[in-house]
């Protein structure tokens, strides 16, 4: 089998062990017509896995194929559940760092909501990075002392010095993984500073089979021993892992490491056992997993049944392709309402608000996340509505 140099740790070599063919290339841009989503750039993933280090990445990315502009829709600010979440994560940073009166970069903010929340309620000053932030959407409520700059987080921005270095999901979409956090590293040089990485946890993506959290966006793939291993190997000493929001986020603590600054490892970074198990059979576990989805469907189709997924972004785009779904999913609701109007990336599905399920009254509603069951049968109910939900 062809082996590849790993772009984590720079050293060991990378085993292919999943592909897919024909992926659209972004699941999270506006889309304006069935045409244009249905026409939508697609890429090959070849997911390999670094016996070395544990780091897993699609081999076939290639950059040039992904947008990252202001028509890229990935806010979950619209859901109480998220919100809960995240102001729970705002609150125990700015507890266990201290963070008042600091100054707190964020690299790949978004919409900007973690970063504003984390300035208001710790009276923080801050500057975040992302070339999808658009000024509109922060409210007019922000703090004076945010700066939001709507470019790629680089080396250029080496002299924007912080207390706090913080990223949300935004590793994950970076391919040259050890040169990115090597640079983060570079820009903090000697001055102290805390780092709080989140990214999507890789562990649960490979035991589950979780296919729909594999897409082209995602060329990168962690595991809190392959996390911790990068951070380690780029000058950081890590002080914390952590799985969250039900483990599908992974997080990091660390700080820049200096002499005398040693720690070992911690406990869940003893995984490569684990991971070298899981990717071994992970092909033929995802086939099984496909076969099962398409049997629910299959009997919806034979009982006449209507068919919604509830979530339109990166899970739901991976779902219906991997599944090739057309004609046997009626619509694609989302409660985001800027998505409202717009078409998923390689099908055409159209994605449309809670209330428009009035009028089709779905049987059957797959949710792309099942943290968000609850929440999503309490809408259903407030409209009226009572079908069936199933979950990823």
């Known amino acids: 089998m062809k082996t590849h140099t790993c772009p984590g740790c720079l ?16 699941s999270c841009i506006l889309l304006s017509s069935p045409k244009e989503a249905i026409a939508y750039p697609r ?22 194929l992904t947008e990252y502009s ?8 619209f859901s109480g559940t998220f919100n809960a979440f995240h102001i729970a994560l705002v609150e125990r940073l700015i507890r266990d760092y201290r963070l008042t009166g600091k100054r707190v970069l964020e690299i790949g903010c978004g919409k900007g909501e973690f970063l504003k929340l984390i300035c208001q309620k710790g009276n923080n000053s801050g500057i975040g990075f992302d070339p999808g932030f658009r ?18 987080y680089s080396d250029k921005y080496a002299h924007e010095k912080a207390d706090f270095v913080c990223s949300k999901m935004t590793l994950e979409h970076i391919s040259q993984t050890g040169d990115f956090v090597a640079g983060v590293r570079r820009a903090i040089g000697e001055y102290r500073c805390d780092v709080f990485f989140q990214i999507p946890e890789a562990t649960r993506i490979l035991a589950d089979c979780a296919f729909e959290d594999i897409y082209y966006e995602h060329c ?27 483990g599908q986020y992974l997080t990091i603590e660390a700080r820049p490491r200096a002499a005398g600054d ?19 059979d992970f092909s033929s576990r995802v086939r099984k997993k496909l076969e099962q989805w398409r049997s629910v469907l299959d009997r919806a189709a034979t009982n006449g049944d209507k068919v919604a997924l509830w979530g339109s972004g990166s899970k739901a785009v991976s779902f219906l392709t991997t599944l090739e779904l057309t004609s046997e999913i009626e619509q694609i609701v989302d409660i985001n309402p800027h998505r ?11 994605i449309v608000s809670p ?22 049968t309490r809408d259903l109910s407030s409209i009226g509505l009572s079908p069936t939900v199933l979950t990823l």
């Open 262 to 280: 040693e720690s070992p490892p911690l406990d869940q970074e003893d995984d490569l056992a684990t991971l070298r198990r899981y990717t071994a």
């Open 355 to 376: 209330a428009e399920l009035t009028e089709s009254r779905p049987d059957l509603v797959i949710a792309m996340n099942p943290i968000y069951k609850r929440e999503i």
């Open 70 to 77: 202001q028509r890229y829709e990935e806010t979950q600010a």
């Open 43 to 64: 890429g090959r993933m070849d997911m390999g896995f670094c016996d070395s280090c544990g780091f897993i990445s699609n081999l076939s990315f290639d950059p040039r």
């Open 135 to 152: 000024p509109e959407r922060i409210g007019s409520d922000s703090s004076p002392d945010i700066t939001f700059v709507q470019d790629f």
């Open 340 to 350: 409202w109007g717009h078409y998923m990336a390689g099908t055409g599905h159209p």
């Open 11 to 26: 050293d060991g070599q990378m085993s292919i062990f999943y592909s897919q063919d024909s992926v659209p290339s972004n």
């Open 220 to 246: 990168s793939y962690f595991t809190p021993g392959s996390l911790a291993r990068l951070f380690r190997s780029k000058g950081f000493t890590v002080t914390k892992l952590s799985t969250e929001y039900d």
